[in-house]
């Protein structure tokens, strides 16, 4: 099975970065997912790696590193917007693309 | 643009009574997942489907079953409704994941459900 980590919340100063850590030990792996939830709405895609490195989407950039289960979000010039929560999910190597989420980080901008 | 319809954004149920929750996926996907998602707990998985009529069960599968009698179509049901099972129920869609797909899941809005 999957086992991640994230923490369970951090705040942020609007205009700041921030990193969102994820930790993972799992027993097939193909590849991972940032999701973004906010309260009251259903979880959207924001990013996916399988292959160790960064991959980086306009204010939005993720990491993955493989041989030690590790990602990060980095989020950039943070809006008030980017309040939410931020979650975590490793895929399998089944047909159905099974996923285990992480419990989700709630991130709080401040102005 | 991808859609994942759930049938009711807001149910309440009484204890013991059956209960249906729908979801519809216009994307011809072949995976569709059913998550319960409660405060400190995460997105919990209780049953998914890779193919029409084919079912597996997630991580939280007591109390409850599935049908996917239609591509499309994928239902959530309590069979026997308790206290226990009021939470915000999601649903997902996600195309076949062969090799390295970038595929994510698509979610529909929830389905917060009381049961009293």
């Known amino acids: 099975g999957q086992n991640i980590d994230q923490p369970t919340e951090m705040t942020a100063t609007e205009g700041a970065i921030v990193q969102i850590n994820c930790t993972y030990q799992t027993s097939g792996f193909n590849g991972l997912f940032w999701y973004q939830q906010h309260a009251g709405e259903a979880p959207t895609f924001l990013s996916y790696?399988?292959?160790?490195g960064l991959e980086e989407k306009g204010r939005f950039s993720s990491f993955l590193s493989r041989s030690k289960g590790y990602s990060y979000l980095l989020l950039k010039e943070l809006q008030m917007k980017d309040s939410a929560s931020y979650l975590c999910a490793v895929r399998d190597r089944t047909n159905a693309g099974k996923s285990t989420f992480g419990d989700g980080t709630t991130l709080t901008v401040k102005p | 643009d991808v859609k994942v319809t759930q049938s009711s954004r807001y149910l309440v149920k009484r204890t013991g009574e059956k209960v249906f929750l729908e979801c519809v996926q216009d994307m011809d996907h072949e995976n569709m997942f059913w998550y319960r998602q409660d405060p400190g707990l995460g997105l919990r998985l209780i049953y998914f489907s890779y193919d029409v009529k084919m079912k597996e069960k997630g991580d939280i599968p007591e109390g409850y079953s599935v049908s996917r009698e239609k591509k499309e179509r994928f239902s959530l049901i309590l069979e026997s409704a308790s206290t226990n099972q009021t939470s915000m129920y999601l649903c997902?869609?996600?195309?076949?994941?062969?090799?390295?797909?970038?595929?994510?899941?698509?979610f529909g809005d929830g389905t917060r459900l009381s049961i009293l």
């Open positions: 790696n399988v292959l160790d």
């Open positions: 997902a869609s996600s195309p076949r994941t062969g090799g390295y797909s970038n595929q994510p899941q698509h």
